[in-house]
């Protein structure tokens, strides 16, 4: 079993900068593709990243100019690094883990989820 926790969330000003991180338990980290996914109020889960096992990322068009993910095998996390933030990025923001290789955007492809971090952005 994969259990995802993640941390970082918080209050920011626009235009500021927020490190989200995901702590991802079990052994197999490394063979799977990490993601992040945004909801905010009355929206469907969107999208944000995705880093593959071997570092290939993908970045929503919203923020590919903004936000950078990263992980870390050998310490099993995932983190987004968030700058420019704009109100619009309000959200909670969710970890998650695929089995699939390449760098997958669809929710339903991912197999395992954190309960998410709420980032909040004031104009």
């Known amino acids: 079993q994969v259990q995802l926790v993640e941390s970082g969330g918080g209050l920011v000003q626009a235009g500021g900068s927020l490190r989200l991180s995901c702590a991802v338990s079990?052994?197999?980290?490394?063979?799977?593709?990490m993601g992040w996914f945004k909801k905010a109020p009355g929206k469907e889960r969107e999208f944000v990243a995705a880093?593959?096992?071997?570092?290939?990322?993908y970045l929503a068009n919203s923020v590919k100019d903004r936000f950078t993910i990263s992980r870390d095998n050998a310490k099993t996390t995932v983190s987004l690094h968030m700058n420019s933030l704009k109100p619009e990025d309000t959200a909670i923001y969710y970890c998650a883990a695929s089995s699939l290789l390449g760098l997958p955007s669809q929710p339903p492809t991912y197999n395992y989820w954190g309960q998410g971090t709420q980032v909040t952005v004031s104009s």
């Open positions: 880093i593959s096992r071997i570092g290939d990322t």
């Open positions: 079990g052994r197999t980290f490394s063979t799977y593709t």
